[in-house]
Nanobody
């Protein structure tokens, strides 16, 4: 079992920045690839970014490439999502996930999710 707790969400104006954090506890943090997903009202949950066990590989959704950056600190059992140049369409609840890396892609073979943190971008 892995427990995940997100923090860092909030209200920001368009063009601003936020950094989300996700602290993990339970099984060995470095055993898992880690990812961020988001869900806007009335929409399906969607992949945002993923990072491999060592942090050497990352993957991003096209909508956030060049604006968001995922990183991890295995010594602190924490994964981060730096979000720059935020847009109103980035408004959503952001969820942390513990998953795996397969064939160059982030995959979700386990049901390990945080409770989510709200990000609201005003225009």
């Amino acid at each position: 079992q892995v427990q995940l707790v997100e923090s860092g969400g909030g209200l920001v104006e368009a063009g601003g920045s936020l950094r989300l954090s996700c602290a993990a506890s339970g099984r060995t943090f470095s055993d898992y690839a880690l990812g961020w997903f988001r869900q806007a009202p009335g929409k399906e949950r969607e992949f945002v970014a993923g990072i491999s066990w060592t942090g050497s590989k990352t993957d991003y959704a096209d909508a956030v490439k060049g604006r968001f950056a995922i990183s991890r600190d295995n010594a602190k059992n924490t994964v981060y999502l730096q979000m720059n140049s935020l847009k109103p369409e980035d408004t959503a609840v952001y969820y942390c996930n513990a998953g795996a890396w397969s064939g160059g892609d982030y995959v979700v073979p386990y049901d390990y999710w945080g409770q989510g943190t709200q990000v609201t971008v005003s225009s």
